[in-house]
């Protein structure tokens, strides 16, 4: 009788077992130096495609060529699945009175192509079906190997107890599906082997880090002054213990590249594996990877992952092809954005799961850390709590203006709310270096309840001969740039990636050449707040519409942030013809009215931060989902935990209803070419999806649903919509066009 398969293509099912279980507990020893959790992972690899034994399955897969044939939901017929049968094996030989051991096997085996299921209500009752209990009896009718289905006593040692429970099967899920996935994608790019970048270690790019830095122009400016001893203290206190840190630096203050040195030192002397780099916007993610690139050239063009959610494979539609797309982090330097990292911390869906054992042993900084969204900002910090305790992970909060999120600070005991634990500040004395800093005057709108005209603003920035306008959503922007003169300069998200760059390439050579004389013309820009962070943009005059006090804040760093001009500079606060968007940002907006209102001396002074900050988490539920109480364990006896519905409810942005469109950019048409060849060619592999980030946009899906349809639009894999060749689609200054079918509604960034 023929070997048992794993996938078409002659992958020995046996083989494929084992060397899954490996791969996984090898996987898991980063958070586990023992046998505890590798004994785990070593069965869930085992155990994983135990249905496969089936003869109905052998049947399939011996006759199909077909590389889906081995993935659920993409083979027809109930005798082809066979994540039940491993599942309830599992629960077989291991669940005890008061120990159901074999449960937690079961969310893992389980759902290896579904993703975590809720107990009950979901899995549960799938378990306790006709079809799954006939899964696991042909299975075991076709006789297995006995050292396959043979095991051991487990013991389970919950890193953070209970409350840490959710998080370590998440983990363990982790190194299963990765494990899982790896093995697959060598068998079938054996004679295609993936186009992997062979990255640096940590110590090249620390190295590669200090001789960039050694070589820079020495300027003896008051600013850079600062910025030297900020780089000082961020390299000294590196050495510190593992643990919660703070980087309090206003803007200008070189933030950026003194918490990149911070994390280069602190992972050499404590052997941390990698640096995760998390920015709350995708928008700027391409300007601070780029930063990156230049302090890293010397080692090549690969050194790093950048990864945000537009180039995604649509993870409710799995195939073979997205499951080579789906990205794992396992690079020493990752850039992603703040919806990545925490919504994959709490995702059930294997694509968004498969990254999390690689932030075990690694610094996660957390870029203006302030902008961590209020509605979930409860299960962020619990979560932080337990990778620092119990997964080797040193976080570090970069702010210019909110203190450490802790305990005492802003979080009323009472009820029941817990910040992170033992938080230490980088710099000795923020206070002084904020006042020596200081480099902007504020005016403030003479009332806070008046809207100004779209078209008064506009009259007031055609007057200025250097200005940035800063406001709240895409549609204010386009609104605003339609009645400013016509050689006015325009930045959104509705660009993309590569256009954003070099618009702001070119925002940074006008200014300069102003400065020197070389330019008499005026530079006028419009943007939406995706310049607030991230962005080294420096104008003498900046206007911004009423928002939060810490995106006032952001705002006046792109104002003055050298200290060149003689004075300050001027930052001008206007209230718009309409409120911000509803939720936080509505929110932050109204506690910023509030804190403001009659302060007449520093509305940025450090103190008013304070005041802002407990206001506006006051005003919003920091679990408004109840993720946490999903998250915990509600019978001890089942360990029956809702793992689906909770990644449902945490979604930082409610992005069900978007799209990422791949888009024609005329200045980067020829790279765009090449990478859709390849995209036809081979499919939506790892290192194709990262180069095609830079070109993409997110739209609403209905509008690119009916762009489809008209044929302006194709589908060439789930989830990714290519422009085709309409110039009409993207106009080279605004981006995709601003009609309401493309943008219906208008956009918050």
């Not at 209020?374 to 702010?399: K, S």
């Not at 080294?536 to 006032?552: N, Q």
């Not at 009916?706 to 044929?711: D, R, S």
Request: proline share 5%; aromatic share 8%; glycine share 6%.
């Amino acid at each position: 009788m023929a070997e048992p398969l794993a996938h078409s293509g002659g992958h020995l099912l046996a083989d494929h077992l084992k060397a899954v279980a490996e791969l996984a507990a090898a996987f898991s020893e980063a958070f586990d130096r023992g046998e505890i959790s590798k004994r785990w992972t070593y069965l869930a690899g085992l155990w994983h495609d135990l249905g496969k034994y089936r003869p109905g399955f052998q049947c399939y897969v011996r006759l199909a060529d077909n590389p889906d044939a081995h993935i659920e939901g993409k083979v027809g017929g109930r005798e082809k699945t066979h994540s039940a049968a491993g599942a309830l094996w599992a629960m077989q030989q291991l669940n005890k009175p008061n120990q159901p051991y074999g449960n937690i096997l079961a969310y893992l085996i389980a759902g290896h192509h579904a993703g975590l299921d809720d107990w009950d209500g979901g899995l549960k009752e799938r378990l306790q079906g006709d079809d799954s209990q006939q899964e696991l009896k042909e299975a075991l009718a076709a006789n297995p190997p006995a050292n396959i289905l043979a095991h051991g006593d487990l013991v389970a040692q919950i890193p953070g107890g209970a409350n840490g429970f959710a998080l370590w099967v998440r983990m363990l899920f982790s190194c299963l599906v990765d494990a899982d996935f790896l093995d697959t994608e060598a068998h079938f790019d054996a004679g295609k082997p993936a186009r992997r970048e062979g990255f640096p270690t940590l110590e090249q790019m620390r190295l590669a880090f200090d001789a960039h830095m050694a070589a820079l122009p020495v300027t003896d400016t008051p600013v850079n002054t600062l910025r030297a001893d900020i780089l000082r203290q961020c390299r000294a206190k590196a050495t510190l213990p593992a643990a919660f840190f703070s980087l309090t630096v206003p803007t200008g203050g070189g933030k950026t590249l003194s918490s990149l040195a911070f994390a280069l030192e602190h992972a050499q002397a404590h052997g941390k594996r990698r640096i995760i780099y998390a920015i709350p916007y995708t928008s700027i993610i391409e300007q601070t990877a780029d930063v990156f690139r230049n302090v890293f050239k010397a080692l090549g063009d690969e050194v790093l992952i950048e990864h945000h959610s537009q180039a995604d494979a649509a993870s409710t539609d799995e195939t073979m092809r997205s499951r080579l797309a789906c990205e794992n982090w396992d690079a020493p330097l990752v850039v992603t954005t703040n919806v990545q990292l925490f919504e994959s911390l709490f995702a059930s869906k294997t694509s968004r799961c498969r990254k999390l054992h690689n932030l075990v042993g690694s610094v996660i900084v957390l870029d203006e850390a302030q902008q961590l969204p209020p509605e979930f900002l409860q299960p962020i910090l619990d979560v932080l709590n337990l990778l620092v305790a119990h997964y080797g992970v040193t976080v570090v909060l970069c702010t210019a203006t909110q203190p450490a999120l802790n305990s005492t600070t802003y979080f009323d005991a009472n009820k029941n709310l817990r910040g992170l634990e033992n938080v230490r500040e980088i710099i000795d004395n923020p206070d002084a270096l904020f006042d020596a800093l200081k480099r902007v005057n504020v005016e403030l709108p003479p009332d806070w309840t008046t809207p100004t005209a779209w078209a008064d603003i506009a009259a007031e920035l055609s007057a200025e001969e250097c200005v940035l306008a800063i406001v709240n959503t895409r549609k204010a922007a386009r609104e605003l740039q339609r009645l400013m003169p016509a050689d006015t300069l325009h930045l959104s998200a509705l660009m993309c990636g590569a256009h954003r760059k070099d618009v702001i390439t070119h925002i940074k050579e006008r200014l300069k050449a102003k400065r020197e004389g070389r330019d008499q013309r005026p530079l006028r820009v419009v943007s939406t707040q995706l310049v607030e962070a991230g962005v080294d943009i420096d104008f003498p005059v900046v206007y911004r519409a009423l928002a939060g006090l810490d995106s006032i804040a952001q705002a006046a760093g792109r104002c003055n942030r050298e200290g060149r001009m003689n004075g300050k500079g001027r930052v001008v606060v206007f209230v718009p013809p309409e409120r911000p968007p509803l939720g936080h940002l509505r929110k932050g907006a109204d506690a910023c009215i509030s804190t403001l209102h009659g302060q007449a001396h520093d509305p940025l002074a450090r103190a008013l931060f304070d005041r802002y900050f407990k206001e506006f988490y006051n005003s919003v539920d920091l679990d408004a989902k109840e993720v946490v109480k999903k998250l915990t364990v509600n019978d001890r006896k089942t360990l029956s935990v809702q793992f689906r519905t909770a990644a449902e409810g945490f979604r930082l942005i409610d992005d069900a209803d978007s799209a990422t469109v791949v888009v024609r950019y005329e200045g980067q048409s020829d790279e765009i070419e090449k990478l859709l060849g390849l995209l036809t060619a081979e499919g939506p592999q790892r290192w194709l999806m990262r180069k095609l980030q830079r070109y993409t946009v997110s739209i609403h899906k209905r509008a690119a649903d009916e762009m489809l349809a008209q044929g302006s639009l194709t589908l060439p894999m789930p989830g990714l919509y290519v422009q085709v060749n309409a110039a009409n689609l993207y106009d080279p200054v605004l981006g995709l066009k601003p009609d309401d079918i493309y943008n219906p509604g208008g956009f918050a960034v």
